[in-house]
């Protein structure tokens, strides 16, 4: 083909080519246009959903694997009272002339650097009992524990005891000599809450009734409690009779000469005193109550002194 003649075709070509490109620009006018129509006539909330499909370029994001959600726990500090405990009981029955005794070979296999005590033919006995009363956590698993020694003669001396636990609580290891301290003090108690003495009448005879069956297993427990109140007696009951000596009450309510509204509710404590054949026992019980129908029923039996004045509504 001369060169005149592809010249005059691609001048020729060149206007089709142009042509094209501009029909398919109008078809993809036309189609947004109809695209757009169609989503208003479904709602502005698709409008808006398709103008910023529109204009934002489609991006594909590789998947970015999940990681591990780390559980973080805290290891709770194990108590070695009871290990401290059963040293001193071991320690204090041991003597460097049998140290093949058992109790030699159990205080050394709890403290091995711990020297086993001497004491003298005529020293006084071992002690009667051991219990741990103090636990105090001085580091990182290192301990001083609090053990008392009640002797027969009621003399009572307070060991000291060093003791190392392991991170996860599951061992223990006495690392050094017992130590004697003072005991501890009396702690200050604040003034209990039953300011309210309360006369005989309808509550002091209802918890007399009530702490007979409990205590006694005269009549049934169940019949002096509040709907919904579960409590069970104790089997075998301990005694055999029940006295009530004195009721204090946080609220005046409990004073009362006439029954209250029905859902009137009471705290008390109620000094006793129970009989058994072992002689006289005097005790003394929290309860709270409520008022309903004309009588006082149990709603709750407390477990501790409610010093702050506040009661658990057994329901």
């Known amino acids: 083909m001369s060169p005149g003649k592809q010249a005059a075709e691609r001048e020729a070509a060149a206007p089709m080519a142009a ?10 006018v036309r189609l947004s246009r109809l695209a757009v129509w169609t989503v208003i006539a479904a709602g502005p909330i698709a409008l808006a959903v398709a103008v910023a499909l529109a204009s934002t370029p489609a991006t594909v994001e590789a998947a970015t694997p999940s990681k591990p959600t780390a559980v973080r726990t805290t290891a709770v500090a194990a108590d070695p009272a ?3 405990q059963l040293f001193i009981h071991a320690w204090l029955r041991s003597s460097t002339d049998d140290a093949t005794s058992a ?7 709890m ?24 636990s105090a956590q001085r580091a990182d698993g290192a301990w001083s524990v609090t053990v008392a020694a009640q002797y027969s003669d009621t003399a009572v001396r307070y060991y000291a005891v060093p003791v190392a636990a392991d991170r ?14 003072a005991g501890p003090v009396r702690a200050e108690v604040p003034k209990p809450p039953y300011s309210v003495r309360v006369p005989e009448g309808d509550l002091s005879a209802a918890l007399g009734e009530f702490l007979a069956a409990y205590l006694t297993g005269a009549g ?4 002096y ?3 919904g109140v579960s409590l069970s007696p104790l089997s075998p009951a301990p005694y055999t009779t029940v006295t009530v000596q004195q009721v204090s009450a946080v609220e005046e309510a409990a004073a009362a000469e006439s029954m209250p509204a029905d859902g009137t509710k009471v705290r008390v404590l109620a000094q006793v005193e129970a009989r058994d054949t072992g002689g006289r026992w005097p ?16 709603s709750a039996l407390e477990s501790g002194t409610a010093l702050d004045g506040s009661a658990r509504w057994t329901r």
């Open 19 to 28: 042509g094209a490109r501009l029909e398919a620009m109008r078809r993809r």
């Open 82 to 84: 009871g290990y401290a």
């Open 103 to 109: 109790q030699a070979r159990l205080a050394q296999s």
């Open 111 to 134: 403290a091995p650097d711990v020297e086993l005590p001497n004491p003298a033919a005529h020293a006084q006995p071992a002690p009667q009992w051991v219990t741990a009363v103090r």
């Open 168 to 181: 996860a609580g599951a061992s223990f290891t006495v690392t050094g000599a017992p130590a004697v301290v």
């Open 220 to 223: 049934e427990v169940d019949r």
């Open 225 to 227: 409690l509040s709907p």
């Open 283 to 298: 005790l003394a019980y929290e309860l709270a109550l409520t008022a309903r129908s004309g009588r006082w029923e149990v």
